[in-house]
């Protein structure tokens, strides 16, 4: 069979829900699948057996057109021995052109297993994805330490990457169609090389910063003279996140989950506030997707500046305490 098409890994997640990074990636390979022809977008999904109907009809609303099942009740959870086997074996019944998937902990494991199996190249955490010469997948990801980009060009098949999570922006689409495959894959011929002895559950943080509309950011500049107290006033008079750059993180003022850039998190929120954050390369990467920037510094070229929608030139203990007090007299005049 000749490779064809696209194939993205279908990530549910504890809830049986599809992971947002799922539809990220299927905009994304609309976008891919317009430039070389005749190509499907197909995603599959390994899970428990539940109704996948209307899981099936938003993949399709998303562009995909085949969803590839894989159900049975000891699919419920992720397990190493299972998964990453039934994924490669899909991808040998369909060989794909191309392989997108997250780069979340599942799908990190699952991509590095399923490109040793298939003997073929993974470009890892990249950030952005086009078509190159001779219709090959361009993949770029960060490189030396993060101070340059690479455009890799993969030239043997499947062509595989993984994705970081927020990286592109989900879009449907309207009436496109998609075709259910159900496939059985004998589980108990899977070898289990892999015991798991217990699982303990990660208490999820509702205050994650990937999740939040409005995230306050603070920098080195923030962290002389008790800056980060004035940063928290603000988050908390706005409802909104603290989170930082790493610097902030490396001086203390802020924790690693908290921590925003290319070795933190990469955000999406409706406002980020930069506070006393030049703009390295490896903070932009983390605030590419947010909807408006604010910047706050007092270096007027602070490269920072460049990438805001509202820039204020200006020392932050000067800024915030007005931004505050601008914001308690709002609150005081809702109230009477
Ligand atoms: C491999 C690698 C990975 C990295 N990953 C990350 C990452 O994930 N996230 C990240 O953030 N960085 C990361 N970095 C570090 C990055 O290169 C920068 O060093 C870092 O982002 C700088 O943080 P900053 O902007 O807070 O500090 P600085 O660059 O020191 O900037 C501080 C800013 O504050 C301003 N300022 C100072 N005082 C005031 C004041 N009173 N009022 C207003 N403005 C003021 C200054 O003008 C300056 O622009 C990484 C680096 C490498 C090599």
Redesign the pocket.
Known sequence: MEPNGILIYGELNEEQEIKTVVYELLTKARELKEKIWNQAIRVCIIGPRINYEEIINKLGSYGADDVIIVSDNRLKEYNHNYHPEIFTQIAQKFPPRMILIGATLQGKEIASYTAVKLETGLTADCTDLDIGENNLLLSTRPTF??QLTADILCSTFPQMATIQENIFKAHSIENHSVNAIYNWIDIDKIDKRINIIKSIKKIINKHDIQNSKILVSG???ACQNNGFALIYQLAQKLKAQVCG????REKGFITKAQ??????KIVSPDIYIAI?????N??LT?IKNSGKIIA????KN?PIFNYSDIGIVG???EILPELIRSLDNIEEENDQ
């Open positions: 330490g993060g920098g080195a500049g750059s790493r610097e902030a921590q925003v850039g290319q070795t933190g006393g954050i030049s703009g390295a490896q903070h983390g706050v510094n007092k270096d602070a020392d932050l203990f």
